[in-house]
């Protein structure tokens, strides 16, 4: 199983609207609802931003949106924001006959 | 609230053992799912292994099958990853999370493979 993959790098200034990208294949985020976003400042654990594609955990700002199609899942942030300014990672289930998840490389969000 | 406290890391030479532990806290943890990842200095999150709430379904990243072995005691609210010939790319923070979509993960706890 390969990584998933992602931009290295994205930016946006504040107010804007950023999207994510998220390609895999179609063992992984093209035939499972399981794909879900994490973000992470230096230094911290990651936090649960997305998860089952759209949908957002309590206390998560609803600037935060998350969708799919086919092979590709994608991360928009709305009205950004300087403390949106960390690492962000997708991550699918990808087992048929296993337990198995797949993470992207990461994107680093630059807020300028 | 919930909690998850990683330990057992710590310096050991390649081809030794280690094993990681996972305590858990603040919620019904034979309910869940649970995760190791790993973030070696510098990188990405990796996926490493996870296991069901009765440990009947397992996975492993390819980069260590064979060498190590997820395990919980759901008495003991425990998660565990005993890990086997070590190598120095298996150096990283490891972290625990919880739940099929890691929804709360702990502080992680380093593991430095080195002669």
């Known amino acids: 199983q390969s990584a998933l993959t992602q931009p290295a790098s994205v930016s946006g200034s504040p107010g804007q609207s950023i999207t994510i990208s998220c390609t895999g294949t179609?063992?992984?985020?093209?035939?499972?609802?399981?794909v879900s976003w994490y973000q992470q400042h230096p230094g911290k654990a990651p936090k649960l931003m997305i998860y089952e594609v759209s949908k957002r955990p309590s206390g998560v700002s609803n600037r935060f949106s998350g969708s799919k199609s086919g092979n590709t899942a994608s991360l928009t942030i709305s009205g950004l924001q300087a403390e949106d300014e960390a690492d962000y990672y997708c991550c699918s289930y990808a087992g048929s006959s296993t337990f198995y998840v797949v993470f992207g490389g990461g994107t680093k969000l630059t807020v300028l | 609230e919930v909690q998850l406290v990683e330990s057992g890391g710590g310096l050991v030479q390649p081809g030794r053992s280690l094993r990681l532990s996972c305590a858990a806290s603040g919620f019904t943890f034979d309910d869940y799912a649970m995760h190791w990842v790993r973030q070696a200095p510098g990188k990405g999150l990796e996926w490493v292994s996870g296991i069901s709430w009765n440990s009947g379904s397992i996975g492993y990243a390819d980069s260590v099958k064979g060498r190590f072995t997820i395990s919980r005691d759901n008495a003991k609210n425990s998660l565990y990853l005993q890990m086997n010939s070590l190598r120095a790319e298996d150096t990283a923070l490891y972290y625990c999370?919880?739940?099929?979509?890691?929804?709360?993960w702990g502080k992680g706890t380093t593991v430095t493979v080195s002669s």
């Open positions: 179609s063992s992984d985020v093209g035939s499972y609802n399981l």
């Open positions: 999370a919880l739940g099929p979509a890691m929804d709360v």
